[in-house]
T-cell receptor
C-alpha cells in the first residue's frame, strides 16, 4: 500500500527566501504524486501533479516539484517566498496502475512567511 | 461561481443527534468524495462515489452513510453523532478516478 510522509509539520521562511517543503512516498509501483494547498478557511486547491513524462513539474503560483525515483521524493520548491504563500500544503500519492484508486494524503506542512 | 458547494458551513450538534451534510457540484463531474480533516491528521477519505448510483467506503466510514442523489449531489449523513466526529468535512469532485480536483470550502461540525 502506498503512503506519504511530509517532513516538518511547520516550516518558516523569510519573505524572498527559498521555499522547500519535503515529501517522501512509499509505493510498490511508480506513483502519481500531487501537491495541494489550503488557505485559511478554504478547501484544498491542486498546485501540481506528476503522472508521466518530465520529472520536473511546474504548478501554479510559481511552485514546482521534482519526482526523484531513486530518493522516493517529491519535494515542493519556490525560489522566492511571498507573504501570500502562507498556507498549509499537502503532498499526496496514488497507485499509478489503477486510475480509480484513491489518493493518500500526507499530514500537511504549515508554511509561515516571516516579514 | 462554478465549483463545489457545501451546506451548512457551520453546525453544532448534541451527542446522538442526526444530521445530513449537503454537497453539490456544477462541473458535470462523475466522481465525488467526502473527507474529514483533523489537526495533524491530513485528510482522510470517508466515502467515495465513482459515478451516479455507486458508492464505496473509504478509510474511515464508520458512523457515516452517503447518498449519491444524482450526478450533481452527494450527501453525508451522521445517524447518531458522537464527539469523535467533531471535525471539518470537505466534499470534493473530479472528472473521473480517485484523485479529487475541486474542493468545497468545508463544513465545520462540533459535537457536544
Amino acid at each position: 500500500a502506498q503512503s506519504v510522509t511530509q517532513l516538518g509539520s511547520h516550516v518558516s521562511v523569510s519573505e524572498g527566501a527559498l521555499v522547500l517543503l519535503r515529501c517522501n512516498y512509499s509505493s510498490s509501483v511508480p506513483p502519481y504524486l500531487f501537491w495541494y494547498v489550503q488557505y485559511p478557511n478554504q478547501g484544498l486547491q491542486l498546485l501540481l501533479k506528476y503522472t508521466t513524462g518530465a520529472t520536473l513539474v511546474k504548478g501554479i503560483n510559481g511552485f514546482e516539484a521534482e519526482f526523484k525515483k531513486s530518493e522516493t521524493s517529491f519535494h515542493l520548491t519556490k525560489p522566492s517566498a511571498h507573504m501570500s504563500d502562507a498556507a498549509e500544503y499537502f503532498c499526496a500519492v496514488s497507485d499509478r496502475e489503477n486510475r480509480d484508486d484513491k489518493i493518500i494524503f500526507g499530514k500537511g506542512t504549515r508554511l509561515h512567511i516571516l516579514p | 461561481n462554478a465549483g463545489v458547494t457545501q451546506t451548512p458551513k457551520f453546525q453544532v450538534l448534541k451527542t446522538g443527534q442526526s444530521m445530513t451534510l449537503q454537497c453539490a457540484q456544477d462541473m458535470n463531474h462523475n466522481s465525488m468524495y467526502w473527507y474529514r480533516q483533523d489537526p495533524g491528521m491530513g485528510l482522510r477519505l470517508i466515502y467515495y462515489s465513482a459515478s451516479e448510483g455507486t458508492t464505496d467506503k473509504g478509510e474511515v466510514p464508520n458512523g457515516y452513510n452517503v447518498s449519491r442523489l444524482n450526478k450533481r449531489e452527494f450527501s453525508l449523513r451522521l445517524e447518531s453523532a458522537a464527539p469523535s466526529q467533531t471535525s471539518v468535512y470537505f466534499c470534493a469532485s473530479s472528472v473521473q478516478g480517485g484523485q479529487p480536483q475541486h474542493f468545497g470550502d468545508g463544513t465545520r461540525l462540533s459535537i457536544l
